[in-house]
Each structure stands twice: as structure tokens, then as C-alpha cells.
Nanobody, 123 residues
Framework: VQLQASGGGLVQAGGSLRLSCTGSGGILSNVRMAWFRQAPGKEREFVAVISRTGGATHYKDSVKGRFTISRDNAKNTVYLQMDSLKPEDTAVYYC?????????????????WGQGTLVTVSS
């Protein structure tokens, strides 16, 4: 599975962005998908994950109520809708997918990674 993230950009605090992650080379519906981010000088951190059917989601506490992860398996695409953005959300955002065998919920290992898209939130 190859992943391609897009949708990043520059936005003012309080604004919104929608990131997309499109998969190719496999059936994305078989993969639980997540978003991670890495801010300058910091380690990569988990943001959100969605189950194969979209029926279950899990979020980092600081983005709950502001970010929404969703997926359209017919389009092989996963989304991250980001609202009420804050300067501390500035980071490179990566999409990732887990492969077999399952590591439980939420997944503890991700085998497929996209190249990242930069989100910059100005104050």
C-alpha cells in the first residue's frame, strides 16, 4: 500500500483545513488508518485513527472536538478535518496504515506511511 497525503497549507488560528490521504497499490479498506504529526524539534505524535469501516475512531486528547477523521473506502481515501486550528497544531502531518497481524485497538504498529504534508497555523 502506497499512501499520498495532501491538503496542508497556511491558515490563521481559528481556521480550518482538510487533509486527504489516498492509497494505491492495495485495498485501503483492509487497513486501519491514522494521522500522525511532527512539529519542529519534537517527536512524531499520534493524532487520530479510524477503523476499517469507519465505525470506530480514537483521538489525541488535545484535538478531540476540533479534528474529525473519516474515510471513503470507495475512493481509497482517508480525511482529517481540522477545525478551530491553533498555532500549536503546526506540524508536518503524516497518514499511516497498519498491516497484519492486528495489534489490537487502537493499533500499536503502523506499517505504511505517507510522505507528509505541512500545516502551518499563524497566530
Amino acid at each position: 500500500v502506497q499512501l499520498q497525503a495532501s491538503g496542508g497549507g497556511l491558515v490563521q488560528a481559528g481556521g480550518s483545513l482538510r487533509l486527504s490521504c489516498t492509497g494505491s497499490g492495495g485495498i485501503l479498506s483492509n487497513v486501519r488508518m491514522a494521522w500522525f504529526r511532527q512539529a519542529p524539534g519534537k517527536e512524531r505524535e499520534f493524532v487520530a485513527v479510524i477503523s476499517r469501516t469507519g465505525g470506530a475512531t480514537h483521538y489525541k486528547d488535545s484535538v478531540k472536538g476540533r479534528f474529525t477523521i473519516s474515510r471513503d473506502n470507495a475512493k481509497n481515501t482517508v480525511y482529517l478535518q481540522m477545525d478551530s486550528l491553533k498555532p500549536e497544531d503546526t506540524a508536518v502531518y503524516y497518514c499511516a496504515g497498519d498491516g497484519p497481524p492486528s495489534t489490537g485497538w487502537p493499533p500499536k504498529r503502523y506499517d505504511y506511511w505517507g510522505q507528509g504534508t505541512l500545516v502551518t497555523v499563524s497566530s
